[in-house]
């Protein structure tokens, strides 16, 4: 099945100028996307650090280590453990050098001990 079709139409604006809205193939307008927000899951002692386990920020898109960055100076406490922590984008973990999308599903897993 495909997925529905956008049409952007053109709309007069009240100055007489044309505009683009999105608007769904039923014709409906389509609200504004939000892809600069990205989505932050933390999970185990990084989570507790935190004290919550997801944020969502603002992110206009960079690499791994410039979010690192943007974590640590949001949370300093945090720093630290971010350092030492798996980052995974979409279930697949991501190098420091990985480019994350705005709008992106990220989890950070900090390191696991047992026995």
């Known amino acids: ?17 044309s505009t683009s809205q999105p608007v769904h193939a039923s014709g409906q307008a389509m609200p ?15 989570a507790e650090a935190v004290g919550r386990r997801h944020l969502d920020m603002q992110w206009a898109g960079g690499s791994v280590e410039q979010l690192r960055a943007m974590l640590a100076a949001e949370c300093p406490a945090i720093g630290p453990l971010l350092a030492r922590s798996a980052v ?26 047992g026995g």
Request: glycine share 8%.
């Open 1 to 17: 099945m495909n997925p529905p079709a956008f049409i952007p139409p053109v709309v007069k604006s009240s100055g007489g100028h």
């Open 32 to 46: 504004p996307p939000q892809s600069e927000i990205l989505r932050i899951t933390f999970f185990a002692g990084m």
């Open 88 to 113: 995974a984008l979409a279930g697949i973990y991501a190098s420091d050098k990985t480019a994350v999308p705005a709008g992106s599903d990220v989890a950070i897993i900090p390191p696991v001990s």
